[in-house]
Each structure stands twice: as structure tokens, then as C-alpha cells.
């Protein structure tokens, strides 16, 4: 399998597990480590969904925030709905975020982890 180079911010499709870890669903996924992380075996990822709702810790996109305009649907990042996954696991890479609009999930993604109210 040829290797592909995969970096923050790139829009990946992989299988993603459901919560319950009954089974998996090929979906897209925003990589969230950065390239020194990711040079390692594995990935830290984000779920993508197209079951769009505006919870806390969602961030919508469309084809606006994206560098190659690959998803025509409005979707959003579900930054709650993390994954540690094998690169090898990557199915192919399919667009990536702009990154203004990754700088704008950042404080979310924080937000999980904050002790602050």
C-alpha cells in the first residue's frame, strides 16, 4: 500500500467506531495531532458527521472552510467524538480544513479539558 503523507488539519475517511464499540462506520475524520505527533504510528482524529446540530463542542463546516472543496454537504467536526487510530487505518485523504477555521476549533476542543465552568 502506497503511504500517504498525513498532516494536521487533512479531512481523512477511516473506519470510526461507534461509542458503544459495537461495531464501525466508514466515515471522514479531521486529524487534530500535530505533524510532530503525527509522525509517529499513529493519529489523533475528530468525527465528521453530516447529522448536523450545534452542540458545545461541534464545529460546522461547509465547503467554504475547506482548502479543497471535496465536501459539497454542510457537515460538522464532532470535536467530542476523539480517536487514537493506526495511519495504516486511513483509507485516503479527502480535503482539509483552512487553517483559520482549524485555529477556531482549538478552544473547543480545549474546552473538553478545561476544569474552568
Keep these: 500500500m502506497e503511504k500517504i503523507s498525513l498532516e494536521q488539519r487533512d479531512i481523512v ?8 464499540q459495537s461495531g464501525v462506520k466508514v466515515r ?13 504510528e ?4 475528530a468525527g465528521i458527521t453530516s447529522n448536523i446540530s450545534k452542540g458545545k463542542y ?17 457537515c460538522c467536526i464532532k470535536v467530542e467524538n476523539l480517536l487514537k487510530i493506526d495511519k495504516q487505518l486511513v483509507i485516503k485523504k479527502i480535503d482539509k480544513v483552512k487553517s483559520e477555521e482549524f485555529e477556531k476549533l482549538i478552544p473547543i476542543l480545549n474546552s473538553i479539558f478545561s476544569t474552568k465552568k
Design 58 to 74: 461541534t464545529f460546522q463546516i461547509d465547503e467554504n472552510k475547506l482548502e479543497l472543496k471535496n465536501i459539497k454537504d454542510n
Design 13 to 20: 475517511l477511516l473506519p470510526f467506531p461507534f461509542s458503544n
Design 28 to 40: 471522514p475524520a479531521v486529524i487534530l495531532s500535530n505533524n510532530e505527533f503525527n509522525h509517529s
Design 42 to 45: 499513529d493519529l489523533i482524529v
